[in-house]
């Protein structure tokens, strides 16, 4: 069996970094296993500009933001395997995979970084009534078949949820020269950044109907239309408020999910919530030696993010290899609360820290005015007051090894909004 | 130089000259047509109309027999209504009233499914039924039930009490006062089912022609003429399983005529995470709650939930609607306790050729011989689908006094499915086909060999519908979100078929609205 130092699983933005920070930290045997014919991932379709704003201070598109990365990645040496999909990882971090010339194969990894990133929500998930035509398409897929193979895949659009690759793919099928009639939210508020929004909808004229939904498709072939209404505050339709859009095309973005089918079949500990693994402030999952990073940990919303996590989980990835493993000496869990839906990561290791760890979260609804506060046990040890807290917008707080420091029977860390 | 005048007499030529010999060549390829009143005519013994389970199954039937026989279908594949959406259930048999068609053929189909998932390589797993009661004042209508199960012939059928259906089945509802247990009950893939009933029949030289729509039958001497939009075919015998058109194919030829209401039933199918919840199909007892509704393992591991039932006028009103749905998920959770309803991938909805005295219509016409009808084919129809074809194809047989084929062979054999195979199988096929190394679909673990397959065998499929239903490719969570490109790029290298034809089944359901 081959056997390597870390195995990372995934060659997209989050893969890329932890490799080249693995590296970095001076492991020389990493391999990249990706199963798309080329590294990058989804940055490879997302040809609008917008991406590295914070990583490399100037707004790339996404192949770029990608090609910096990979550079970096071919600069090192750092292997990778093309086409190759993994089918199981063993609780003993056998890494099974497969592809057209090496066959079925087995890898002994020291470590394993989780890099999957994450899929799109389908149709079926939204119980969406009516036929089942041609000219569904979740918003993704279409933008693959426009950006990367070069096809119209409508002409007429209407789209169903605002999450960010809708809005873009908005702005992208009516530069293409479809019509987009209209971009309808179930939430009364749009799951996609502001900037999105601005750029990609109020730029070109595209209505956004919040609080509606699609309650009706036509079509028996290819969609002929479909029906949107108003949802009330159970976000079920309104009767009578229904309105007809005649349409060729209905795309949805509805939802990321992180891809965790080998981390659940791994038996890592998920959570509920982000739909990835709980993960310790080192971003180590409840296996020891496998780490999570990227959109399989938890869904971002700007790359640069994703970079930087998986820049950490890469180097505790390889503090792993090289220190072997050390159990967490004072784990204490992080809990969400009044308006916080989670935080990543779930447990902080107090004794182990680093000076600084970065808690990522998100907010339940849309806040104004509102306060994020961080409590040690009952005792509040951050207030910070933010204008506007929205749900598609990931919010972070920094915890310092100083602070900590100063609560040694710390028990509890508590990440909540308060109203003052 | 050539001067202009020879140089377009030329061209003249060659041009007069190619249309001939395309002409001579296209009259070559048509050679089994004969010319008739001017428009070609085919012709053959026994014409099936419906290339549905029923169809499939008595043209595998007829195949053992020397007929020159022809399946037609109006939509691009086999197994594109009515036998694509449905319960995928091999019911028992106690439903039906004794001495009915349904009862009979339904014991009969039952038994012969287990052979038959050999001879031919689909999914069957007989794994047994339960038929919830959930109040005591329902009990005569449990015993009503186990006494016709016995009178139709139905082995091993006992009651067991709440808890004994609770030890059977831990998830089931702590409503649940007793249960009637059906062993023989199964599940299987219905596409597999028909598709390999399909292939079959044409290895043994039944020919198929898909989109082909039957728009009128008339006498023809001693046998029929069957106009299409394709032009007519003729033949001596019909068989008519044309699911919710049944009565349409019937009524152009008989004075007693019959209607086919489809009635619609909308379906929920979950995750496989969910798929473990129950091992037995889980039915409710008729009560003062309605009819009720299925909860079922499929052959694939996920859980299938449904139906509804809703009458309606259109034979293609195949839309879900939103009070259905939520009906369906209401009413499973009374049978399983902790279904978990977000994990729903999909929805579908399919009709049910429902006639109203609600029994299937088999046999010669009497009012027209030579036509006979396989009609009012509602559940049990997938059960019953073996023994059906098997009964019609020996009416027809011994009507024409066909003999049986000396060379027949009634074994098939499915797609290669490197996924369950132990590594080191698994491996050894990849060495032999690196295609079986690349994966398409994650979600259900398609390879792109496996795709070529069901592109390149008998009756390959020519849609993404038809490829999702041989190999799964896009079954699974994320609906095709992933694998939709990869598929159509090697959908079109494997037919030529251009990117932008591409369709999700039929004509009309293009996926590209334009090219490169």
Redesign the interface.
Known sequence: MQQHDIVIVGGGPAGLAAAVAARKAGVQDILILE?DGHLGGILNQCIHNGFGLHTFKEELTGPEYAARFIEQAMAENIPCKL?T?V?DISPDKVV?A????????EIKARAVVLCMGC??R????L?I???????I??A??AQ??MN????????EVVILGSGNIGLIMARRMTLEGAKVKVVAELMPYSGGLKRNIVQCLDDYGIPLKLSHTV????G???VTGITLAQVGPDRK?IPGTEEYYRC??LLLSVGLLP?N?LTREAGIAMNRVTGGPDVSDSLETSLPGVFACGNVLHVHDLVDYVSEEAALAGRNAAAYVQAGERAAANPVPLTAKDGVRYTVPQTLDTANMNDKVVVRFRVGDVYKDRYVSVYFDGERVLHRKKNVLAPGEMEQVVLTRQQVEKYPELRQITVCTEVE | MVPRAVFHGTLFLYILLKILIDRTAKKRYTDNRKRKSGVTVLKYDVVVIGGGVTGCSIARELSRYQLKTCLLEKTEDVCSGTSKANSAIVHAGYDAATGSQMARFNVEGNRLMGELSKELDFDFIRNGSLVLCFDEADRPGLDALLERGKANGVPDLQILSGDEARALEPNLSDEVVAALYAPTGGIVCPFGLTIAMAENAADNGVEFRFLTEVQNITRDGEGWRIDTNQGPVTARYVVNAAGVYADVMHNFVSEQKFTIVPRKGDY??LDKEAGGLVSRTIFQLPGKMGKGVLVTPTVHGNLLMGPTATDLPDK?A?????E???DVQTKAQRSVKNLPL?A?????SGLRAHEEHHDFILGECPDAPGFFDAAAIESPGLSSAPAIGAYIAGLVADKAGAAQKSDWNGTRKGIVRPGPLP?EQ??AL??EN??Y???VC??E?VSEGEIVDAITRTLGARSLDGIKRRVRQGMG??????C??RTM?ILSRETGIP??KI??????????????
């Open positions: 199963r086409n999909m089918m099974t497969m592809n057209r010339e090496d066959g079925l194969f899929r799109e389908p149709r079926g998930a119980n009534p009516g036929y089942r035509p041609a000219g398409y979740s993704g897929t693959r078949l990367i193979e070069g096809f119209s895949v409508g002409k309650v009706k498709i036509d028996k072939e290819r339709p060729d095309t891809e089918e | 929920c199918l293609e195949t839309a879900t609607t939103a259905e749905l939520s977000r729903v991938i999909t929805s579908f590594k698994r491996a990849i060495k690196p295609a190394g690349s994966i994650r979600c673990g969570r994320c609906q095709a979100g992933f939709t490109p790029e990117m932008e369709c999700k089944n039929a004509p009309g359901s293009e996926m590209l609205t334009g090219e490169k």
